[in-house]
């Protein structure tokens, strides 16, 4: 099994700053890994796919880089509705798709 | 425009059995894979198993393996997970989600919660 480390898991970013979020494999994902956004009781909503490709309808602000086993998500500007919990999930070799733990952007 | 709509909240006693649906609109149900996915209260997301609709092929998680079963009826484009066997560690919300490399559409989430 894949296991997907994510770190911090709590970051205090202030608007309109950067934040950059980082997701570590166990073992080289080659581009397979995606990063989704949730929001208290919602559902996770698909952000970034194949490591940096951009999900339909999303912003510019966010970007995803890396590969192999390190992994990066930047917004570039934060927004008000961008705090929320962010989780990487590697789709390379499955059964099991494993998620990383997820990490908390919050305002600081 | 693609839907993926989850059956309502469900309260269980130990030992019993949950059935929740997944009913999906606004796409060619047999040409994706469907999976499920669980998240504990304050926890994150664990993956649980998938279904191929074409030709119900089904995978499980190894930690429920026995206790899931993952099934779908192709004429109404609706998939059914059904958890045997609850303990208070499957309290969680439920998502099924459309495998597009990865999971580009999800369900609502269905919350089952399991009590004495």
């Known amino acids: 099994e894949i296991l997907l480390t994510q770190s911090p898991a709590t970051l205090s970013v202030s608007a309109g700053e950067r934040a950059t979020l980082s997701c570590r494999a166990s073992q080289s994902l080659s581009h397979s890994l995606a990063w989704y956004q949730q929001k208290p009781g919602q559902a996770p909503r698909l952000l970034i796919y194949d490591a940096s490709t951009r999900a339909t309808g999303v912003p510019v602000r966010f970007s995803g880089s890396g590969s192999g086993t390190e992994f990066t998500l930047t917004i570039s500007s934060l927004q008000s509705e961008d705090f929320a919990v962010y989780f990487c999930q590697q789709y390379k070799i499955w059964p099991p798709n494993t998620f990383g733990q997820g990490t908390k952007l919050q305002i600081k | 425009q693609v839907q993926l709509v989850q059956s309502g909240p469900e309260v269980k006693k130990p030992g019993a059995s949950v059935k929740i649906s997944c009913k999906t609109s606004?796409?060619?149900?047999?040409?994706?894979?469907i999976h499920w996915v669980r998240q504990a209260p304050g926890r994150g997301l664990e993956w649980l198993g998938a279904?191929?609709?074409?030709?119900?092929?089904?995978t499980y998680a190894q930690t429920l393996q026995g206790r899931l079963t993952i099934t779908t009826d192709t004429s109404t484009s609706t998939v059914y997970m059904d958890l045997s066997s609850l303990t208070s560690d499957d309290t969680a919300v439920y998502y099924c989600a459309r495998e597009s490399a990865p999971f580009d559409f999800w369900g609502q989430g269905t919350l089952v919660i399991v009590s004495s």
């Open positions: 279904i191929t609709p074409k030709g119900a092929t089904t």
């Open positions: 606004g796409y060619t149900f047999s040409n994706f894979y």
